[in-house]
């Protein structure tokens, strides 16, 4: 147990180099051109790659736990792994936007290496033409944005009752939910080029698993997680990221517009912004707002990039809990007639944002 915990330990710290590179030199806040000149400067193809090897060292750290552990260790390798999962999700996220390395090639590989291909994800080039061509200008748009279609097929629709909706956000851990998970692992397999290299990948994951923690490290440490609770937490993270339902139609630069359809959760609780930080939000997820008027800052940046730029439309203090939560809007705009078209749309004010 104490190896494994120790290995866990050193895929902490070694993920934090990256975290320390682009620390050098950045302003708490900054406008867009200050802060890509500095993301210019730090870019490097060394410290994204012990960042990945750091994750990955963490996920067989928990393997072990889970052997070792007993209950409580299974329990604490099936919720870090997932946690890990999220991590790697969002850290290929910014290989996507050609934003993770120096070269974006480079970044490329690295997200299918380490993250695509062992995880049963589409290929880069798939998810680059879904997230950045077709969901981030259209967001919150019926009909074009593939991600609210996403919630609509789980049942956030107009007139949801309050056991659809409170089904629909949990709706990973659902039968229909997990036959979706699958049948969407099965589909990244069979209808992309690579076949035996993506299967080969999550083969690889699954033996490496048995290897080094038996029967509890597969179940515990990878079919729950990928299969269960890592697509709940990227799903609560999508369920997040903007006021889906009931958008504030603006007009103006990319950061008024999206300061009408993001939001930012916790801006007055630190504690929690940290949590949701370090699990379900992490590498500038928390910072969704700032990523979706400027797609090209790294997670680094975010932080800086949002305390200049005016807050958006909503801004909870919780999630579940609280007269202003993210999901009781939500619910609200599902279950609310529809206002009429006035036809206008909140124009950018002078001051520049």
């Avoid at 290995?7 to 802060?35: I, K």
Wanted: glycine share 8%; proline share 8%; net charge positive.
């Amino acid at each position: 147990m104490i190896f494994f915990l120790g290995l866990v330990a050193v895929g902490v710290l070694l993920r934090q180099a990256d975290r320390w590179w682009h620390a050098r030199q950045r302003p708490r806040t900054a406008a867009l051109p200050a802060l890509m000149r500095l993301q210019r400067q730090q870019a490097n193809n060394v410290t994204p790659v012990l960042l990945l090897i750091g994750e990955w060292i963490q996920i067989v750290g928990l393997w072990g736990i889970a052997a070792t552990g007993g209950p409580l260790g299974w329990l604490c390798a099936a919720l870090g792994v997932a946690v890990a999962f999220r991590h790697l999700q969002e850290i290929s996220h910014f290989a996507v936007h050609g934003a993770l390395t120096r070269s974006p090639r480079l970044g490329n590989l690295l997200a299918e290496v380490a993250v695509h291909h062992p995880l049963g994800f589409v290929p880069v080039p798939v998810r680059r033409k879904r997230h950045v061509r077709d969901h981030h200008p259209n967001a919150t748009l019926a009909g074009t944005d593939p991600n609210l279609e996403e919630l609509r097929v789980a049942g956030m629709n107009p007139g949801s009752t309050r056991l659809q909706f409170i089904t629909a956000l949990v709706y990973p851990l659902t039968p229909r939910g997990l036959r979706t998970t699958l049948t969407g692992l099965g589909a990244n397999l069979s209808q992309h080029s690579g076949l035996w290299h993506r299967a080969g990948a999550i083969g690889l994951v699954l033996g490496a698993a048995y290897i080094v923690g038996g029967w509890p490290a597969v179940l515990c440490g990878v079919l729950l997680p990928r299969l269960l609770l890592y697509p709940q937490l990227a799903w609560l993270s999508l369920v997040n990221e903007h006021t889906w339902f009931d958008p504030d139609s603006r007009t103006g630069s990319p950061a008024w517009v999206e300061a009408g359809r993001c939001l930012r959760l916790y801006p007055r609780n630190r504690a929690l912004a940290a949590f949701a930080a370090t699990t379900w939000l992490p590498y500038g997820d928390l910072h969704h707002y700032a990523h979706s008027a400027h797609p090209a800052v790294r997670w680094n940046y975010l932080p800086a990039l949002e305390r200049h730029l005016t807050a958006p439309h909503f801004t909870p203090d919780g999630l579940f809990l609280g007269m202003d939560s993210v999901v009781r809007r939500h619910h609200q705009a599902l279950t609310r007639p529809p206002a009429a078209d006035n036809d206008r749309a909140g124009r950018e004010p002078l001051r520049a944002v």
